[in-house]
DNA sequence: ATGGCGGCTCGCAGCCGA
């Protein structure tokens, strides 16, 4: 079983990509963020004729993610249980008995702003969430982009982040709290390149550089671990013609 | 020191992302 998940920073412009990240991957569950349009203009159509389903959790302009399969995806839910949250971060639904949760979790903007509380609030409220959703799902992987980077080695230069939103001490630790549950990064189960990094900014010819973090994450149960073959991130639609500023990445579970 | 790119919108400038 395939899974991956990507940041499309707009399924509009980049649906061609998309579709061509099907063909080319046929993953069993691609998890989508950043949307950034209503349920109604969601691509079905061209994503049906591609042989996958959806299930989507769709804003106007900000937010938006999804969950596209092959395969049936059952028992869909949106948001994150008694937290009233209007902002579309969230979707779960179960594939092939595999509970997926696709993320798009708060920026934070810069450390001690609204949004930054904004965010520690909602790692908190996932969180408290997330235990109970593990003790239902025993196979449950908790993919998207997280606007976090859990160690030195997942950005450019920490000197230069310490302290710096998606780097600093208090996202680390919510991180952490997350793996707390029982959770594994998946691409921290096997060798991977040095600097390795899933975003990497627009602007000052970033991707060029390398300069950039690794804030997208593939989380895996303890049962989903022990299947675990391989993580990567495919960093081939960074590179193209009007990228997002993500690229994908991809596990693959023997299950 | 700043803004740099790219996507969005009751758009032609300003917002937000990371």
């Not at 899974?3 to 046929?26: D, E, G, I, M």
């Not at 920490?158 to 939103?165: E, F, I, R």
Request: charge should be neutral; charged fraction near 25%.
């Amino acid at each position: 079983m395939k899974l991956a998940t990507w940041n499309v920073n707009s399924l509009k412009v980049r649906l061609p990509q998309v579709l061509q990240f099907l063909a080319q991957h046929r993953p069993d569950a691609l998890g989508l963020q950043e949307l950034k349009l209503e349920d109604p203009s969601f691509p079905l159509a061209e994503i049906n004729a591609a042989g996958y389903q959806a299930v989507f959790s769709g804003q106007k302009t900000y937010n938006g993610v999804a969950i596209l399969s092959p395969r049936p995806a059952v028992n869909a839910s949106m948001g994150i249980a008694n937290f009233d949250d209007p902002q579309r971060r969230v979707i779960g639904a179960t594939i092939d008995g595999v509970r997926l949760i696709c993320v798009y979790i708060p920026n934070g903007e810069a450390v001690e702003s609204e949004k930054y509380k904004y965010k520690l609030d909602w790692l908190i409220r996932l969180t408290s969430w997330l235990k109970q959703e593990m003790a239902q799902y025993p196979k449950l992987v908790l993919l998207g982009d997280y606007n976090i980077a859990p160690e030195d080695r997942d950005v450019y230069d920490p000197k230069v982040w310490q302290g710096k939103v998606l780097f600093s001490e208090p996202e680390k630790t919510a991180f952490q709290n997350l793996v707390a549950l029982g959770l594994r990064d998946s691409f921290r189960l096997f060798e991977q390149p040095e600097k390795s990094y899933s975003w990497w900014d627009y602007r000052m010819n970033g991707f060029k550089r390398n300069l950039g973090l690794r804030i997208d994450h593939i989380l895996l149960s303890a049962e989903l671990v022990k299947c675990c073959k391989s993580c990567s991130i495919d960093r081939d639609y960074r590179a193209k013609e009007r990228p997002s500023d993500h690229a994908p990445v991809i596990a693959e579970i023997e299950i």
